[in-house]
């Protein structure tokens, strides 16, 4: 997939020692202003966020959802993305998503709203107040 006008978003690249990455990969990254910054030898646990990440999108929506091309791709990555750091619960305190653009919960709610994201492969809950 090429970056296209994207690679100015882009300041560094943190990757594995694997084989396939040759110097010439380097090269290009670095030609286009990107740092490489390659992970510590013998540390696979280095980079788990990452792989726990790319495992999440994997099994919430790009296995589930035909992608039909790039463009569709790109903005099924960016809905996702969006529920991801607003709306979908982490292993924080309370489930609090990172930047929640939601009041948490109160006690005093009295029922819930259900809003379908992704045409209903996701879903999302709100509090609702009487």
């Known amino acids: 997939m090429d970056p296209g006008d994207r690679t100015d978003d882009f300041r560094l690249?943190?990757?594995?020692?694997?084989?396939?990455?040759?110097?010439?990969?380097d090269v290009v990254?670095?030609?286009t202003g990107i740092q490489v910054v390659k992970i510590p030898p013998r540390?696979?646990?280095?980079?788990?966020h990452a792989e726990r990440l790319v495992s999440t999108v994997?099994?919430?929506?790009?296995e589930r959802l035909p992608i039909l091309d790039e463009?569709?791709?790109r903005s099924v990555l960016d809905r996702y993305a969006a529920h991801y750091n607003h709306r979908r619960p982490h292993?924080?305190?309370q489930l609090a998503p990172p930047r929640s653009d939601q009041p948490t919960a109160q006690p005093n709610h009295t029922s819930t709203r259900r809003r379908p994201v992704l045409g209903?492969?996701?879903n999302e809950y709100e509090p609702t107040t009487a």
Do not use: Y
């Open 43 to 48: 540390c696979p646990r280095v980079d788990a």
């Open 29 to 31: 990254l670095a030609a």
């Open 71 to 73: 463009h569709h791709l």
């Open 13 to 25: 690249l943190i990757r594995d020692r694997a084989g396939q990455f040759t110097a010439s990969f």
């Open 91 to 93: 292993q924080a305190p």
């Open 58 to 62: 994997g099994h919430e929506v790009t």
């Open 120 to 122: 209903g492969l996701i």
